[in-house]
């Protein structure tokens, strides 16, 4: 494998590591994350999806807390995709609680 490539696959590894131990903290969003991480949030749903398999290998779990419409309440428990809905799909109301990870032992 080229140098660069391998590179960029430990640098990948060691923001996947930060996610790991940034979510294990409390509930963060993706924005959280990617403040945290510096990269940007597109790239924090890519690694979500990673962090997800790697922490389930170990008997951990990402745990999603599901966005939230903040006008009539309803929750978006359907969403299997980790982006953020753009409205409700009740009150079509835009202003949603964005959903957050954290990560839990079993
Ligand atoms: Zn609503």
Do not use: N, W
Not at 5 to 32: C, N, W, Y
Not at 50 to 55: A, D, L, P, R
Not at 91 to 104: M, V
């Amino acid at each position: 494998m080229k140098r660069e490539v391998m590179e960029s696959l430990h640098q990948q590894e060691t923001v996947r590591q930060q996610i790991i131990a940034f979510l294990k903290e409390g509930p963060a969003t993706a924005l959280d994350i990617s403040q945290h991480v510096h990269i940007s949030e597109k790239e924090v749903y890519e690694h979500l999806t990673h962090v997800k398999k790697s922490v389930a290998s170990r008997g951990e779990t990402l745990r999603i807390h599901p966005a939230e419409c903040l006008k009539c309440g309803f929750v978006f428990k359907e969403r299997k995709r980790f982006r953020t809905p753009g409205r409700c799909p009740v009150c079509k109301f835009t202003h949603l609680r964005k959903p957050s990870y954290e990560i839990a032992r079993g």
